[in-house]
């Protein structure tokens, strides 16, 4: 038979064909970062039901590999997708980058109702498979809104029944963001009280931590100690040092949780391939600018001697970490004007003709909060950071990322290239990794830490969620500069037995599924 460049051939044959879909000669990596061998994959009804030789005249449906890299899909473990998935359920921009199942709810922002997010997306059909955390910030606004207090004790019970709730309908535990309103108002206690309800459900709980920069050390001690008093797993979202004078301390940070492990308690991390992070604007400002709502934070930033008060801090702030202005704080989407977009606060500053300092560089963030504020990218980071937490063994792959319109504003390029980047970057150029084992923490591990039973490997009885690439190469296009770019040497993308991205193209193929949490699956 002639050999196939990537596309599908349809087979015919006088012989009753064995396997619905057959993918031949590629060179299998199974997720478990095992070395790479030789072996074909057969597949029926969206399961892998045969690895090893097959003869191409059992097969209705034939992908030739050429020898190319064949592995799991990839599971993305941390991302935000609830209402952009609505409108993209293609999910092209991770599609592209190989990635085939999306855990969302991340940071505390999940759907409150996941019954009816999972049913919605049921609905109108998915590329790729979906799960979701309950959001400690959705539960904490929807009974106390965002009051600036600790819970009542009917409160609590309040937002133990939403968790609860939440685990029953198919979460796959709690998420928290505890830099984000109204969470970060939240003490120690009263997560506890809901990771328990969590850990009750069978789930984890992940955190984006109360700091990542100057008291990073402390914030990864109180998710240690959450895990430890909830007895629940813990992921620390993200992973990463986010301050100028703390840059080098990754090897403390991964011992923080070192230690953990070794006193019995289940904590793993994920990260980013990244320098700059991503969120909104109102991080930069005071928590307590937020609380009581959008009045009274719109009163406060009206206010002159309460301006000059948050300018006040922000600048020590600044200050305490060594930066003399806002130049590193830059603009992915500002609705009111998109000329605004992929520019630092200190170049709009200029442009604006104000004068050259921090103090005006504050309240020119106070006054786009004031218009609706904005998302931003955050260069904050160390490469070698970035490179100490890739090698430490139970680092996860993961974008922090969303469902991108191709063009559309200035959004962080992990939401392309994460993974591609790992593979290209990291692997290929400068070795930090395998390639067994980035495919590991792209797949089996991720699987395993949010309990997806059936995914993460190739293996006989799992779902057909496979990736095609070659590992020369692969390579991450998008740029914080042009972000819009999709990654470059997956060859075939397939989800549940069914293609999705063939010869570097989508197919508009929708055969994702909800993945429920164990709670639901019992």
Not at 57 to 64: A, E
Not at 193 to 204: D, H, P, Q, R
Request: glycine fraction near 8%; charge should be neutral; proline fraction near 3%.
């Amino acid at each position: 038979m002639k050999k196939a460049l990537f596309f599908v051939l349809m087979c015919s044959s006088v012989f009753a064909q064995k396997y619905e879909t057959c993918i031949l000669d590629g060179r299998i990596v199974d997720g478990a970062a095992n070395p790479w061998y030789k072996a074909d994959l057969g597949i029926n009804s969206g399961v892998i039901s045969f690895i090893g030789k097959i003869d191409a005249r059992d097969c209705k449906v034939l992908v030739d590999a050429q020898n190319n890299i064949v592995s799991p899909g990839f599971i993305d473990v941390h991302t935000h997708i609830e209402s952009p998935i609505k409108v993209i359920p293609t999910a092209d921009n991770f599609i592209y980058d190989g990635v085939t199942s999306l855990i969302t709810g991340n940071c505390g922002s999940s759907e409150l109702n996941l019954k009816s997010f999972f049913d919605t997306l049921t609905q109108i059909g998915i590329t790729p498979n979906v799960g979701s955390f309950i959001g400690h910030n959705k539960v904490r606004a929807a009974v106390m809104k965002n009051v600036f207090r600790d819970p009542t004790e009917a409160e609590q019970m309040q937002m133990e029944a939403l968790v609860e709730k939440g685990m029953r309908d198919g979460a796959v535990g709690l998420a928290t963001g505890l830099i984000y309103i109204p969470g970060t108002y939240s003490k120690t206690p009263e997560v506890v009280g809901l990771a328990k309800v969590a850990s009750k459900y069978g789930g984890i709980y992940a955190s984006h931590i109360r700091d990542e920069s100057h008291h990073v050390h402390d914030a990864i001690r109180e998710a240690i100690n959450i895990g430890r008093e909830a007895d629940i797993p813990v992921e620390i979202s993200h992973f990463k040092i986010a301050a100028k004078t703390a840059w080098g301390k990754s090897y403390e940070t991964i011992g923080l949780v070192e230690d953990a492990r070794k006193e019995g308690i289940d904590v793993t991390v994920d990260q980013y391939p990244y320098t700059a992070s991503s969120t909104n604007m109102g991080t930069l400002v005071p928590s307590w600018v937020h609380a009581d709502g959008d009045s009274a934070m719109n009163e406060r930033l009206t206010i002159e001697a309460s301006r000059k008060k948050i300018a006040k801090e922000m600048i020590t702030g600044l200050k305490k970490d060594n930066r003399k202005d806002f130049s590193y704080a830059v603009i992915a989407r500002f609705e009111p004007d998109a000329s605004y977009n992929g520019k630092s606060i200190s170049q709009i500053n200029k442009d604006l003709g104000r004068k050259t300092n921090a103090e005006t560089e504050a309240f020119l963030v106070m006054d786009l909060l004031k218009k609706g504020g904005a998302q931003m990218v955050f260069h904050k980071m160390d490469e070698s950071d970035v490179v100490q937490i890739l090698k430490y063994p139970n680092t996860m792959i993961a974008s922090d990322a969303g469902v991108y319109e191709f063009g559309k504003n200035m959004p962080h390029p992990r939401g392309y290239g994460t993974n591609a980047r790992v593979l290209s970057r990291y692997v290929r150029e400068q070795k930090v990794l395998n390639l067994e084992e980035a495919i590991r923490r792209m797949t089996s591990l991720p699987a395993q830490r949010i309990g997806l039973q059936n995914r993460g490997l190739l293996k006989v009885g799992f779902a057909a969620d496979v990736v095609v690439f070659d590992e020369n190469i692969i390579e991450d296009k998008a740029t914080f500069e042009s972000p819009h770019a999709y990654s470059e040497g997956f060859k075939m993308v397939m989800v549940n037995g069914k293609i999705v991205l063939q010869d570097g193209k989508t197919t508009n193929e929708r055969p994702g599924v909800i993945l429920y949490g164990k709670a639901k699956i019992d």
